[in-house]
């Protein structure tokens, strides 16, 4: 099946340093790809919905510009978090989809802020 | 917008006893409906999909079923194992492309 790797898988950063989150589809190219941010015994949230070569669509309360996407190929999109804080320490999972039915899923990043 | 509801929050059975989970959506027009797996610490791993058109999936011990009109669908799960210990999410696929996902039900299979 698909497949979808990101990295770091964990990060543990200062407050006010930014984090980049790379999410790669290996054996397949994805037209859009969505990043999710879960909290603790919650739901995953959609962040945003990136295609390739075009600005990301955000969710309504994501901020874009603390949040930075970007996906420059159909294999890779990263999402940077800008200046974090203790309040961006979260989970963050990103997905591919292909056009199809199904959307591929990562195995996440957690992101601690200090 | 879409809301998407699962029942219970948390179950825990002993092993080999066959239960159900629960999931439920506000609006109908749905593209389909996913169950996923979530062991805590890592992604998603699907496990049945539904197409709007469909009734039920079956997929090993599990069984998916969807009545889109009452915007119901439930997770059978047969003959429990410990192994099957998880949080299982339920998520519809609307016109946009997008993925709503329900709050999970953490599921303990006790040995």
């Known amino acids: 099946g698909a497949v979808v790797s990101q990295h770091p898988s964990r990060v543990i950063c200062k407050s006010g340093t930014s984090v980049k989150i790379e999410c790669r589809s290996l054996d397949f190219q994805a037209t859009t790809m969505f990043w999710y941010r879960q909290f603790p015994k919650k739901s995953l949230m959609l962040m945003a919905t990136?295609?390739?070569?075009?600005?990301?669509?955000?969710e309504q309360g994501v901020e874009k510009d603390k949040f930075l996407i970007n996906h420059a190929s159909l294999t890779l999109s990263t999402l940077t978090v800008t200046s974090a804080h203790p309040e961006d320490s979260s989970f963050y999972i990103c997905?591919?989809?292909?056009?199809?039915?199904?959307?591929?899923f990562g195995p996440g990043t957690r992101l601690t802020v200090l | 917008k879409q809301e998407v509801t699962q029942i219970p929050a948390a179950l825990s059975v002993p092993e080999g006893e066959n239960l159900v989970l629960n999931c439920s959506f506000t609006?109908?027009?749905?593209?389909?409906l996913q169950w996923f797996r979530q062991d805590p610490g890592k992604g998603l791993t699907s496990l049945l999909l539904?197409?709007?058109?469909?009734r039920e999936q079956t997929s090993g011990r599990l069984n998916a079923s969807l009545d889109k009109s009452s915007g119901r669908s439930t997770l059978y799960i047969a003959a429990s194992q410990p192994g099957d210990s998880a949080t299982y999410l339920c998520a519809v696929r609307t016109g946009a492309n997008n993925l709503f996902f329900g709050t999970g039900t953490r599921l303990t299979v006790i040995p």
């Open positions: 609006d109908s027009a749905i593209y389909n």
């Open positions: 539904i197409q709007s058109s469909q």
């Open positions: 997905s591919a989809f292909t056009g199809g039915d199904t959307q591929y």
């Open positions: 990136s295609n390739e070569g075009s600005k990301a669509t955000y």
